[in-house]
């Protein structure tokens, strides 16, 4: 079972950057995924998040409308493509796993995930 993170880097305000997540050693196809964030000195935090088939998606308030989540099952990889960055959203961006059901109740929480990547740094310079 493993997550591998990968397209994070430097990037100045109001850049794009496109993070991959491959996935191995599971039944992808049955499990939502999420992207989650966590800044030096904070707590990790919900980024995005899409069901099994990828039909529904989910995202925090502060990066609706600027990032995309999707998913390839066919490639087992999940992306996030990030838009109009902002420097408050640097950080190590992680992307996790379920095959535990009622996405819908509990997506945006870490508990509800089983498997975690080991992250990728995304920096926005001002």
């Known amino acids: 079972m493993q997550l591998v993170e990968s397209g994070g880097g430097l990037v100045q305000d109001g850049g794009s950057l496109r993070l991959s997540c491959a996935a191995s050693g599971f039944t992808f196809s049955r499990n939502a995924m999420g992207w989650f964030r966590q800044a030096p000195g904070k707590e990790r935090e919900f980024v995005a998040a899409?069901?099994?088939?990828?039909?529904?998606?989910y995202y925090a308030d502060s990066v609706k409308g600027r990032f995309t989540i999707s998913r390839d099952n066919a490639q087992n990889t999940v992306y996030l493509q990030m838009n109009s960055l902002k420097p408050e959203d640097t950080a190590a961006y992680y992307c996790a796993a379920t095959g535990t059901y009622s996405f819908g109740t509990y997506y945006s929480k870490l508990a509800y995930y089983n498997y975690w990547g080991q992250g990728t740094q995304v920096t926005v310079s001002s």
């Open positions: 899409i069901s099994r088939s990828g039909s529904i998606t």
